[in-house]
């Protein structure tokens, strides 16, 4: 099998859970449509931590398309979770997806932001939940142990804010003001 891009030949190669086909002289990658998802988290974990606001470049398409490597019918333009960030090449009859130098990197940032970005706002609307909890809590211990008791512990400015925390709180629970 010969790279689609430049004929060089294609070599396999394991990166983590997938199974490749790398040209020899462009760098260029062949991988199962199935295994990309394994394959960009594995990238991605590499990558470590990664800014999510910095712009990428845009690997655009010449509007080449390229012959399969397999069937050499002409493949698919992919545009990669459907950013016009990488468009990569795909044959939809093989399930195989061609990666020029460079594109399968970009994809593994994409990967990593969206896993980032998920993550970020899972632990955001955690932290909120969590906060409505311990507000909660509060409210229901101040109601038990009388106004007097919590207010009497607090400083004026942690009172003041409470105040208004229970106000909020009465606000979303639909609770009766007193
Ligand atoms: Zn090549
Ligand atoms: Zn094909």
Known sequence: ?????????????TIGPAAVRTCVWCTGTLVRQPQLVG???HLAQALGTIDLDAPLPRMGDEGVHLPCPQCGR??????????????????????LVWADPGELGLMAILHARTTQITDA???????RRDERLRHMALLIDGRRAGRGN??????SDQRR???????????MFELDPD
């Open 1 to 13: 099998m010969n790279c689609p891009r430049c004929n060089g030949p294609l070599t396999e190669r």
């Open 39 to 41: 394959l960009l988290t």
């Open 74 to 95: 002409t493949m698919d333009a992919f545009g990669y979770m459907g950013t016009n960030v990488v468009t990569v090449d795909r044959c939809p009859d093989d399930w």
């Open 121 to 127: 706002r899972n632990a955001a609307e955690k932290e």
């Open 150 to 155: 919590i207010g009497a512990a607090l400083t």
């Open 161 to 171: 804010r409470l105040t208004h925390e229970l106000g909020e709180l009465r606000r």
